[in-house]
């Protein structure tokens, strides 16, 4: 049991990266639509390039969306409109004007025989107006055309009536108005017929549950194909130009090839087929950290990370189609790229946001399309893309991304219409939206760094603050430490631009380098300005020791100030496991019979490994030795340069940081032309 746990132990960073790997790959396929696919690829107007294909069964032809939304459209136009006739509406009105005249009547000491004909009238005017029809103003505003037939239903029936034979309250008010010229004989009649002016209300109401009931019956009768091939029919020819009812075909076609598909009895195979093509992407992403990366692959929490975005932007994608897929390219799949080269390099960037464009192009529409313009756009964010600590960078950077977008759709728009007539305006506001959405890069880098203990360009530039509170203190306590720390930093700056390397990285990691010695400044040469040199009261081991110690105590106060990771590595790194040479041969002449162990003398380590911990390194081996020169010229410049990187090679110091020959030479040539312009020879001024 214990020999099995060993070996758990022992490779728990491998296991790690395959429960990791696993754990995506599902997550990733149960994220995917759960449909079949088409084996033929295929867009409107171009030449169908695949053989002479015919119907491999009976199917109906759909229509197209538009055609479907035009036909519920002009249902909808069209449509007869339906009012409501409140019979009950004449009662009630009748009713009122009744008892309006029955409480008058004693008021005014009307007779019995006057007060049945003031009722008689009114119930004749009433009749008169509710046999034509009298309709609320509201309901005029649903009828532009006052010929248009509506349909009235009165309880169980409906019939067709002339839109103006309704009578209108101007009209209604007339009606009562020449009733009241008529009538003017009969005592009362006036002041009755005014009453009634204000009693009467509209019956016909426009009854817009009921139009709508009808018009939704008409469109769930509306047929969703128009016509049908037969299985064998030829249906396009290798060459035609694939549009019109051919395009409308072969839209029919692959409906209907997918659901048959993506049946029960095919779902597992499907599903199989979807986790091998993931899996394989997700393990040549694996295996480009393994082989270019070697460093990124062994850190299982920057793996994390790398799988992480991978997952969040397919992830996002994803909902994005499910809810509505015209929403397809406002997801802004750029800033994939953009966080992987903040935090790693362009290349990884590049690579990562290509694998991961192609396995979302395996489920969007338009694949090809897709594609292709979401890798051209991750190429321009990795040409453009660069120095985020300076503000103006990503918002050219997004502009110029934005307008690939969409001059690479306008392309595709005219190749497919075959004029510039048929643009979807839309989609360049998706763009606009895609490239405003890409400055959420800046708030996931930050967020990032404080999550997975990563750092970027942004953090670099803070830390490099020569007033921030640690490198404050280090030109206080060690003033000589920080002077020599800043000289380096110029080196290792100029020499990193020169071969490509992580110029902000390195002129950072070159700050904070030598911090350990501001705890025992007095200790190192550079802070000694009294001319006492307290190693003279010291045993040379003790004063290797203090010299040595300045590398662990750097790391113990980088940790406490809470410095990343890769600065701390230069501390690590600077001096590699290289000796204390004068305080080594000081302790051998002192004892010329005893075996003197060197590992007393030796830096702990480890060497570096990354370009810029060896840049470091020799600058920082170069700057300190330079100041040991009496009379510093190009020629004793240049063979010191030469012996100390030569030395250096020979005890193994680059071997694990991926440097070359030949950028070595370019450094050494970059130190030399740096160190020969601070030592130049100035003109003698006259007395």
Same mark, same amino acid.
């Given at each position: 049991?214990?020999?099995?746990?060993?070996?758990?132990?022992?490779?728990?960073?491998?296991?790690?990266?395959?429960?990791?790997?696993?754990?995506?790959?599902?997550?990733?396929?149960?994220?995917?639509?759960?449909?079949?696919?088409?084996?033929?690829?295929?867009?409107?107007?171009?030449?169908?390039?695949?053989?002479?294909?015919?119907?491999?069964?009976?199917?109906?032809?759909?229509?197209?969306?538009?055609?479907?939304?035009?036909?519920?459209?002009?249902?909808?136009?069209?449509?007869?409109?339906?009012?409501?006739?409140?019979?009950?509406?004449?009662?009630?009105?009748?009713? %009122?004007?009744?008892?309006?005249?029955?409480?008058?009547?004693?008021?005014?000491?009307?007779?019995?025989?006057?007060?049945?004909?003031?009722?008689?009238?009114?119930?004749?005017?009433?009749?008169?107006?509710?046999?034509?029809?009298?309709?609320?103003?509201?309901?005029?505003?649903?009828?532009?055309?006052?010929?248009?037939?509506?349909?009235?239903?009165?309880?169980?029936?409906?019939?067709?009536?002339?839109?103006?034979?309704?009578?209108?309250?101007?009209?209604?008010?007339?009606?009562?108005?020449?009733?009241?010229?008529?009538?003017?004989?009969?005592?009362?009649?006036?002041?009755?017929?005014?009453?009634?002016?204000?009693?009467?209300?509209?019956?016909?109401?426009?009854?817009?549950?009921?139009?709508?009931?009808?018009?939704?019956?008409?469109?769930?009768?509306?047929?969703?194909?128009?016509?049908?091939?037969?299985?064998?029919?030829?249906?396009?020819?290798?060459?035609?130009?694939?549009?019109?009812?051919?395009?409308?075909?072969?839209?029919?076609?692959?409906?209907?090839?997918?659901?048959?598909?993506?049946?029960?009895?095919?779902?597992?195979?499907?599903?199989?087929?979807?986790?091998?093509?993931?899996?394989?992407?997700?393990?040549?992403?694996?295996?480009?950290?393994?082989?270019?990366?070697?460093?990124?692959?062994?850190?299982?929490?920057?793996?994390?990370?790398?799988?992480?975005?991978?997952?969040?932007?397919?992830?996002?994608?994803?909902?994005?189609?499910?809810?509505?897929?015209?929403?397809?390219?406002?997801?802004?799949?750029?800033?994939?790229?953009?966080?992987? %080269?903040?935090?790693?390099?362009?290349?990884?960037?590049?690579?990562?946001?290509?694998?991961?464009?192609?396995?979302?192009?395996?489920?969007?529409?338009?694949?090809?399309?897709?594609?292709?313009?979401?890798?051209?756009?991750?190429?321009?964010?990795?040409?453009?893309?660069?120095?985020?600590?300076?503000?103006?960078?990503?918002?050219?950077?997004?502009?110029?991304?934005?307008?690939?977008?969409?001059?690479?759709?306008?392309?595709?728009?005219?190749?497919?219409?075959?004029?510039?007539?048929?643009?979807?305006?839309?989609?360049?506001?998706?763009?606009?939206?895609?490239?405003?959405?890409?400055?959420?890069?800046?708030?996931?880098?930050?967020?990032?760094?404080?999550?997975?203990?990563?750092?970027?360009?942004?953090?670099?530039?803070?830390?490099?603050?020569?007033?921030?509170?640690?490198?404050?203190?280090?030109?206080?306590?060690?003033?000589?430490?920080?002077?020599?720390?800043?000289?380096?930093?110029?080196?290792?700056?100029?020499?990193?631009?020169?071969?490509?390397?992580?110029?902000?990285?390195?002129?950072?990691?070159?700050?904070?380098?030598?911090?350990? %010695?501001?705890?025992?400044?007095?200790?190192?040469?550079?802070?000694?300005?009294?001319?006492?040199?307290?190693?003279?009261?010291?045993?040379?081991?003790?004063?290797?020791?203090?010299?040595?110690?300045?590398?662990?105590?750097?790391?113990?106060?980088?940790?406490?100030?809470?410095?990343?990771?890769?600065?701390?590595?230069?501390?690590?790194?600077?001096?590699?496991?290289?000796?204390?040479?004068?305080?080594?041969?000081?302790?051998?002449?002192?004892?010329?019979?005893?075996?003197?162990?060197?590992?007393?003398?030796?830096?702990?380590?480890?060497?570096?490994?990354?370009?810029?911990?060896?840049?470091?390194?020799?600058?920082?081996?170069?700057?300190?030795?330079?100041?040991?020169?009496?009379?510093?010229?190009?020629?004793?410049?240049?063979?010191?340069?030469?012996?100390?990187?030569?030395?250096?090679?020979?005890?193994?110091?680059?071997?694990?940081?991926?440097?070359?020959?030949?950028?070595?030479?370019?450094?050494?040539?970059?130190?030399? %032309?740096?160190?020969?312009?601070?030592?130049?020879?100035?003109?003698?001024?006259?007395?």
């Amino acid at each position: 049991m214990s020999t099995i746990i060993n070996k758990l132990y022992q490779n728990n960073t491998i296991i790690y990266k395959v429960i990791l790997f696993l754990v995506t790959s599902v997550a990733i396929v149960y994220l995917f639509p759960k449909g079949g696919q088409f084996k033929y690829d295929f867009n409107n107007g171009q030449l169908w390039m695949h053989d002479n294909l015919y119907a491999p069964f009976d199917f109906a032809i759909q229509k197209s969306s538009e055609e479907i939304a035009n036909e519920k459209k002009e249902i909808e136009v069209n449509s007869k409109l339906y009012f409501l006739n409140d019979i009950d509406v004449v009662t009630q009105v009748k009713d %009122k004007y009744q008892k309006s005249v029955s409480l008058i009547k004693t008021t005014d000491s009307l007779t019995q025989q006057q007060v049945l004909e003031l009722i008689e009238i009114g119930n004749k005017t009433i009749n008169f107006i509710y046999d034509k029809g009298f309709f609320e103003v509201l309901s005029q505003d649903k009828i532009f055309n006052k010929n248009d037939i509506v349909a009235v239903r009165k309880g169980n029936e409906v019939a067709d009536v002339l839109f103006h034979s309704f009578l209108s309250s101007k009209q209604v008010l007339d009606i009562i108005s020449n009733n009241l010229q008529e009538q003017e004989s009969v005592y009362g009649a006036k002041v009755f017929l005014n009453l009634l002016s204000e009693i009467v209300k509209p019956s016909i109401t426009f009854d817009e549950e009921y139009t709508q009931k009808v018009v939704n019956t008409e469109i769930k009768k509306i047929s969703y194909t128009k016509g049908k091939v037969a299985s064998g029919k030829l249906i396009i020819l290798k060459g035609d130009v694939v549009e019109g009812k051919k395009l409308a075909i072969l839209n029919s076609l692959k409906s209907e090839s997918e659901s048959q598909v993506w049946t029960e009895s095919n779902y597992n195979w499907i599903i199989f087929g979807y986790t091998i093509l993931v899996s394989i992407a997700l393990l040549m992403l694996l295996l480009f950290l393994k082989k270019y990366r070697i460093e990124i692959y062994e850190n299982n929490n920057k793996v994390t990370f790398i799988f992480f975005n991978v997952f969040s932007m397919i992830f996002i994608q994803t909902l994005v189609i499910k809810y509505n897929s015209d929403f397809l390219y406002v997801v802004p799949l750029s800033v994939l790229p953009i966080v992987l %080269k903040a935090f790693f390099d362009a290349r990884l960037g590049l690579f990562t946001h290509v694998l991961t464009v192609l396995l979302l192009g395996y489920i969007v529409p338009d694949s090809f399309e897709f594609i292709y313009l979401h890798i051209i756009a991750g190429i321009v964010t990795i040409l453009t893309v660069s120095e985020l600590y300076k503000r103006a960078n990503l918002f050219i950077s997004v502009a110029q991304i934005t307008g690939i977008y969409m001059l690479t759709y306008f392309a595709f728009s005219i190749i497919k219409e075959g004029n510039a007539s048929q643009i979807n305006g839309t989609y360049f506001l998706l763009f606009a939206a895609n490239g405003l959405l890409s400055f959420l890069s800046l708030i996931l880098i930050y967020m990032y760094e404080k999550l997975f203990g990563l750092v970027s360009d942004v953090t670099l530039l803070e830390l490099s603050n020569t007033n921030s509170k640690l490198l404050r203190e280090l030109n206080e306590k060690a003033p000589g430490t920080f002077q020599h720390s800043m000289q380096v930093a110029n080196l290792a700056e100029a020499a990193a631009n020169e071969i490509g390397a992580n110029s902000m990285l390195v002129r950072t990691g070159a700050l904070y380098h030598d911090i350990g %010695k501001m705890l025992n400044p007095m200790y190192f040469i550079e802070n000694q300005s009294t001319g006492v040199n307290p190693h003279n009261d010291l045993s040379p081991r003790d004063s290797a020791r203090i010299i040595t110690d300045h590398v662990i105590k750097g790391v113990e106060l980088a940790k406490k100030y809470d410095l990343p990771d890769r600065l701390i590595d230069f501390i690590r790194t600077h001096h590699g496991t290289s000796l204390v040479y004068y305080f080594y041969m000081k302790e051998k002449e002192l004892n010329p019979d005893s075996e003197v162990d060197i590992k007393k003398f030796q830096y702990q380590g480890p060497i570096p490994f990354s370009k810029e911990t060896a840049i470091l390194m020799m600058c920082d081996a170069a700057e300190a030795a330079s100041k040991s020169l009496v009379k510093p010229n190009s020629l004793t410049i240049s063979n010191l340069i030469d012996k100390i990187v030569s030395k250096q090679m020979a005890d193994n110091q680059f071997l694990n940081s991926n440097i070359t020959f030949k950028e070595i030479e370019i450094i050494k040539k970059v130190i030399k %032309k740096k160190l020969m312009n601070i030592y130049h020879v100035r003109i003698e001024y006259p007395d």
